[in-house]
């Protein structure tokens, strides 16, 4: 790890500045190029009229996850399951206080300190009528409810963590949503027969996990046994280096580029809606590094468990959203604006967690 860190060094020291510069100039293509930015963001595999999967996005997404897959020593990962702490706080963390807290801070700003900034109505895909905040809310808390799987590992990864310890979890992950996302969108959002989007539970878990993971797995054992343990270290990541960290730049242009007339016709909708969402994601990521340290978590174990609860499941939260509010509303807004902020809000947290690093006993 530390040999990927020297070589990672230059876009790291410079991150910020990279990601503003993705961003501005993906919100310019999505204005200056319109049908560029529309033609890409129609390429998706779709359900209910919802796009479950981008393509281009998923192709950006392979090419973040595989440098890190073929890096993974499954050995580790199988030890790292034996170890049940870290599981168990980003369980609970997940689970059991992540989706109140979302829903506590979208009432109190959306529904309370911001609500006269947020006037309109809203109308749903069965013709109810609504008012937006409310809307809103209900895209937030879809968001609440749907803790991130794949994109963890490019975050736990850039935070030096323990890869085989965030696989796990991703794995764990995956399979509580399968049981847990249901019941507790249903209690939180007062819905009587919660819609369930299991084509884009399937389709993301394939595509951004097992697709990469297996691809990772496969190859790193051919490369091991052909060319030997020291080309793979010494070559073969080498030429790995800088491919995740120009495929996350360039999902972000990407991101911003689908959005960029979202963003500049309600910019001010955008900012009020971002906020419950970036201050759930840093009170989620400081209470899971606080009981990390609580627990005695070595920092490999402790920043991935922290930042897997800080994130979200984009993809499924906007499935959903669509599937019970309509493509056009309030709250599949709500959902798109939780892509947005996504990148730049988790790569502010694994700075976070490297400045960090030293409170953490070696």
């Keep these: 790890m530390e040999s990927d860190g020297k070589q990672l060094s230059v876009f790291e020291r410079y991150l910020t500045i990279w990601v503003a510069l993705c961003i501005v100039g993906g919100i310019a293509l999505g204005r200056l190029a319109p049908g560029v930015a529309q033609w890409l963001d129609g390429i998706a595999i779709t359900s209910h009229g919802a796009p479950v999967v981008s393509i281009p996005i998923a192709i950006c997404l392979f090419f973040m996850m595989y440098p890190i897959m073929v890096k993974i020593d499954f050995a580790e990962a199988v030890r790292a399951g034996r170890t049940p702490r870290p599981v168990l706080l980003t369980l609970v963390v ?7 807290t979302m829903f506590a801070l979208a009432w109190l700003f959306l529904g309370v300190l911001l609500r006269p900034l947020l006037p309109g109505m809203d109308t749903l895909r069965d013709g109810t009528q609504v008012e ?5 809310i209900a895209g937030c808390i879809l968001l609440g409810i749907a803790p991130c799987t794949a994109m963890v590992l490019m975050w736990g990864h850039l935070a030096r963590g ?39 539970l399937a389709l993301s878990i394939g595509i951004y996990v097992a697709l990469p993971l297996a691809a990772g797995y496969l190859s790193r054992r051919w490369v091991l046994r052909v060319k030997g343990e020291t080309w793979f ?31 500049t016709a309600a910019p001010l909708t955008i900012l009020w809606i971002a906020v419950p969402l970036f201050l759930q994601t840093l009170l989620i990521f400081v209470l899971g590094w606080w009981l990390a340290l609580r627990m005695g978590l070595s920092y490999e174990d402790a920043a991935p468990s922290a930042l897997v609860g800080a994130s979200n499941h984009f993809e499924v939260a906007i499935a959903t959203a669509v599937l019970l509010y309509g493509l056009g509303s309030g709250a599949a807004l709500a959902t798109v604006v939780g892509v947005l902020i996504e990148v730049p809000v988790m790569l502010l947290l694994v700075r976070l967690c490297l400045r960090g690093r030293s409170r953490f006993a070696r």
């Design 94 to 100: 997940n689970w059991a206080i992540k989706p109140f």
């Design 132 to 136: 937006l905040w409310r809307s809103y």
């Design 162 to 200: 323990n890869d085989g310890h965030t696989l796990v979890m991703v794995a764990i992950n995956s399979l509580s949503m399968l049981v847990l996302y249901g019941p507790l969108g249903g209690l939180l959002l007062g819905v009587s027969a919660m819609p369930i989007p299991w084509q884009a």
């Design 233 to 263: 270290r010494e070559r073969f990541l080498h030429w790995l280096t800088p491919v995740s960290i120009s495929a996350l730049l360039l999902t972000l242009v990407l991101l911003f580029s689908f959005k960029g007339a979202v963003i």
